[in-house]
Nanobody, 123 residues
Framework: VQLQASGGGWVLAGGSLRLSCSAS????????MGWSRQAPGKEREFVAA????????YYSASVKGRFTISRDNAKNMVYLQMNSLKPEDTAVYYC?????????????????WGKGTLVTVSS
């Protein structure tokens, strides 16, 4: 499985960015796709996930209501629309995938990680 994220950049607080992830190398019908992030000096954390088959979505409390995850099955793409960005959203964002049961694990653990894309939010 290969995951290629893009769309990171610099934005002022309150602004928006959309991240994209191109997925390849497998049939994703039973996958859960997601985004995680790692801020400077902090551990990686779960951000959002979407089930490939049904499109059910899941969010961390810190981004719920501001971020929206979606997928395009035909294009094998996953997106993260980030609105009302805050300086604390500054991090490297990783596209992730769980190739298990088709439902998220309790801890939203993932099997596959792509290279990250940096998002910087300035106040």
């Amino acid at each position: 499985v290969q995951l290629q994220a893009s769309g990171g950049g610099w934005v002022l607080a309150g602004g928006s960015l959309r991240l994209s992830c191109s997925a390849s190398g497998s049939t994703f019908s039973n996958f859960v796709m997601g985004w995680s992030r790692q801020a400077p000096g902090k551990e990686r954390e779960f951000v959002a996930a979407v089930t490939w088959r049904g499109g059910s979505t899941y969010y961390s409390a810190s981004v719920k209501g501001r971020f929206t995850i979606s997928r395009d099955n035909a294009k094998n793409m996953v997106y993260l629309q980030m609105n009302s960005l805050k300086p604390e959203d500054t991090a490297v964002y990783y596209c992730t995938a769980d190739g298990g049961s088709g439902y998220p694990r309790p801890d939203f653990g993932m099997d596959y990680w792509g290279k990250g894309t940096l998002v910087t939010v300035s106040s």
